[in-house]
């Protein structure tokens, strides 16, 4: 490519003004962080990446993820400059109706994923380049500008040891190592030995440049195009770049220019020789990245078990993601080492190219799945111990603001694991799957239910989480039984029922079997299996509960706090004469068989029973 070294200076020039004026109008932001990039991005968007203003998503294009979303201004500047919208726009930042927010976000047509909480765009930009690489095979590159200060983050070196063992050349992780943090110098401020002693033993192509330096730039990127290596550009440059009486000083992070923008912007504009309008023409991408279809995405085969028969509802993931991934070619599977206990594994015989695996680093494992999943390239199915989820909770959430599709398998969940003890116990995973505003909670409690529960996360927008179990529990429904979000099933009933339990996974099991001694003491229950914690079948609950004379038993294999109890009384909040009563595990559990755990910690059958006789009385 061509390259026009002043006018890509000059565009850089253009790029901090823009930044000072924006943050200057909205009375907050992060030009000197802003400052310290902008040759970086000239030369990215104005000579390095390819991409086509018209359609910034299109699936052929080069990738950009600003990992330090707080320099969000001069990203939404390049945007501008390259013609996507005008210039005047970018006077709104910050403002309530306009979509140039304080940091990116996907309602902007030009970001795939939300950024800002630091440390989390360089998993998602290894998970496009896989899907680039891999599955796409096609040509276009990834890049991921990194603040230095956020390289302190575990989960960038996840991302990194990931990125080189998986052999990622088409991806270019940008280090702006501008030396100061937000409220004192970075760890190792300019030293860049020591930078790419360690980038280069995590298997990239380390370049230290001078990052001010248009043509050392373009250099540089050059080396990602003929790279067998990931690349990793360290640029050295200084927060605050151009600003006098401002660059490279301390305490000036996150703050307007105020009075001194005028001073500082007349500054910059010296140094302009070309203030009309550009003509740099943006690079098109190649037009070889496959057409791609991910929906309606079904199970190969129905399910084929027998009534009772006993299986792991982990076990039954596998065969449905097996299943499904025969149907649809763009069915991706991840795990984090945990792939014969979650029962990944089995993609491995289906096709072993769509197995990833993450190793153990959660927080990569669910960043690089909402990576492999932007711009709809793949039905992506995590998996990893339900507990583990815990670690990558942030992920999580900026996977909701990122508008992510991605559905999280966690096994292993509750105290019913046993033996293995409280560490390896997911008890807090429903409560925070709910919090999540875009999630589904799925909680299927046998093989039949498992199979159609993934089958239907396949085809649901948003983070859907599916909670499956380490011990075998009976089959209960049919192979044809007809399954949907939000919609709950009635297991036994009767026209005298006195109250309504309600349980899932191993605690419907207990259900069933408290029922049966409750029938024989002329107290019959109604037992209701909620198949999705959210939505919760609220009309449901509330309706069946009334038809049992208003109470309600709760039994669930989770804290109290923010699970199945609690969403069930959320929904009768607003209903006269319905008692709960709620048995969950009241305290941090410890190792033990099953079924001695579940009788500890009040949730089997004997525990019910007793419920019931409880709450009948009120």
């Not at 009486?245 to 703050?255: A, P, T, Y």
């Not at 078990?305 to 649809?328: H, M, P, Q």
């Not at 690089?368 to 999580?396: E, P, Y």
């Not at 109250?499 to 419907?508: D, H, N, R, Y």
Request: glycine share 8%; hydrophobic share 40%.
């Amino acid at each position: 490519m061509e390259c026009n070294l002043q006018e890509l200076e000059d565009m850089a020039n253009k790029l901090r003004i823009w930044s000072i004026k924006a943050t200057n109008a909205s009375n907050s932001g992060h030009p000197s962080s802003c400052a310290s990039m902008a040759e970086l991005m000239s030369v990215l968007f104005f000579h390095t990446m390819r991409y086509s203003v018209k359609e910034p998503r299109a699936p052929n294009a080069d990738r950009f993820i600003l990992s330090k979303g707080h320099s969000a201004p001069i990203l939404y500047a390049a945007w501008a400059e390259a013609g996507l919208f005008d210039t005047s726009e970018l006077l709104n930042l910050r403002k309530i109706d306009n979509d140039l927010e304080g940091h990116p976000t996907p309602r902007l047509s030009f970001v795939d994923v939300a950024t800002g909480s630091l440390g989390q765009g360089l998993s998602v930009a290894a998970g496009m380049a896989y899907v680039g690489k891999y599955y796409d095979k096609a040509s276009y590159k990834t890049y991921c500008l990194i603040g230095d200060g956020e390289s302190a983050e575990g989960s960038i070196w996840e991302a990194l040891s990931f990125a080189g063992i998986k052999k990622l050349n088409n991806l270019c992780a940008i280090f702006d190592i501008n030396r100061l943090g937000q409220s004192e110098p970075t760890a190792f401020q300019h030293e860049m030995d020591v930078y790419k002693g360690r980038l280069e033993s995590f298997g990239f192509n380390a370049l230290v440049v001078d990052g001010h330096d248009i043509e050392a730039l373009c250099k540089a990127f050059h080396e990602v195009l003929v790279s067998d290596k990931p690349t990793a550009i360290l640029a050295k440059t200084y927060k605050g770049r151009g600003f006098p009486g401002i660059e490279d000083l301390d305490n000036w992070h996150g703050k307007p220019l105020g009075a001194k923008a005028e001073e500082v912007m007349t500054a910059i504009q010296a140094r302009i020789k070309n203030n009309g309008p550009h003509t740099i023409k943006i690079h098109k991408p190649v037009d070889e990245a496959p057409q791609v279809d991910i929906s309606n995405v079904a199970l190969s085969s129905p399910p084929n078990y027998k009534l009772g028969d006993k299986v792991a509802t982990r076990a039954a993931y596998g065969t449905a993601l097996s299943k499904i991934a025969e149907n649809c070619p763009r069915v991706i599977a991840l795990d984090g080492d945990t792939k014969n206990s979650t029962f990944s594994n089995a993609m491995l015989k289906t096709d072993k190219e769509r197995y990833i695996e993450c190793f153990i680093a959660e927080q990569n494992l669910v960043g690089v799945s909402i990576g492999v999943a932007c711009r709809d390239r793949a039905v992506v199915f995590c998996s990893t111990f339900a507990a583990f989820f815990t670690r990558a909770f942030d992920q999580l959430r900026m996977g909701a603001i990122s508008q992510t599709n991605i559905n999280c398998v966690g096994s292993h969940a509750g105290i019913s694991i046993g033996e293995d003890g409280p560490s390896q116990m997911a008890l807090e995973d429903i409560a925070m799957f709910r919090s999540i505003p875009t999630a589904t909670v799925f909680y299927p409690s046998d093989a039949v239910s498992t199979e159609r529960a993934i089958e239907l996360a396949a085809n649901t927008k948003g983070i859907c989480f599916v909670r499956t179990s380490r011990p075998a529990t009976s089959v209960v429904y049919k192979n044809d039984h007809q399954f949907a979000v939000g919609k709950a099933n009635i297991v036994t009933e009767s026209n005298e029922d006195v109250a309504l339990v309600i349980g899932a996974g191993i605690t419907l099991e207990e259900a069933r079997k408290a029922a049966q001694v409750l029938a024989q003491n002329k107290t019959p229950v109604r037992v209701m299996d909620p198949f999705t914690i959210k939505p919760l079948d609220e009309a449901a609950v509330r309706a069946h509960a009334k038809q049992c004379g208003g109470r309600i038993v709760v039994v669930e294999d989770h804290y109290p706090e923010g699970g199945i109890g609690e969403a069930v009384k959320s929904a009768v909040s607003g209903e006269r004469d319905i008692v709960v009563k709620h048995l969950a595990v009241n305290a941090v559990p410890r190792s033990g068989k099953c079924d001695e755990l579940l009788a500890l910690f009040g949730i089997n059958a004997e525990s019910i029973v007793k419920a019931v006789e409880e709450v009948i009385k009120m």
